[in-house]
């Protein structure tokens, strides 16, 4: 993430380098080409920012999402699972939005779906 980070300012040394130096040299007679080619710097770095933001950011978060779904999707009473709140226990029903988990002296408990966060060997 650091190397990202370092990227993303030599990037922006470059660009602001870039933009310094045709400030400095600007003898274009055309001020609309001027206008359009003082903003490219900025337009260049607003999209590497958004593809480094989207990188690292929105796509890891929906491929866990989807891990997530492809999880809960899967499980069948018998799976042995692991909660957030860190109870280990077998699925002995499971509704649209809860799941009835057995623990290991029988007691039965009511969870959220949501809340299974693991499925462990037996």
Same mark, same amino acid.
């Given at each position: 993430?650091?190397?990202?980070f ?6 922006l ?6 933009a310094?130096?045709?400030?400095v040299?600007?003898t ?11 903003? *490219?710097? *900025?337009?260049i770095?607003l ?8 990188f ?11 891990e ?10 018998g799976?042995?699972?692991?909660t957030a709140?860190?109870?280990i226990a077998?699925?002995?029903s ?10 290991e002296e029988?007691a039965?408990?009511r ?9 462990l060997?037996?």
């Open positions: 993430m650091s190397r990202a370092v990227a993303c300012g030599v990037l040394l470059v660009l602001s380098g870039a310094w130096a045709q400030e040299e600007g274009s007679t055309s001020t609309t080409a001027t206008g359009i080619s003082s903003y *490219l710097p *900025l337009i770095l999209v590497a920012f958004g593809l480094i933001f989207y690292m950011l929105i796509r890891p978060q929906r491929k866990r999402q989807q997530m779904n492809n999880l809960l999707a899967g499980l069948k009473r799976d042995k699972v692991m709140g860190g109870i077998e699925i002995d499971i509704g649209d939005t809860s799941v009835v988990l057995i623990l029988g039965k408990l969870m959220a779906k949501a809340s299974v966060v693991r499925k060997d037996k």
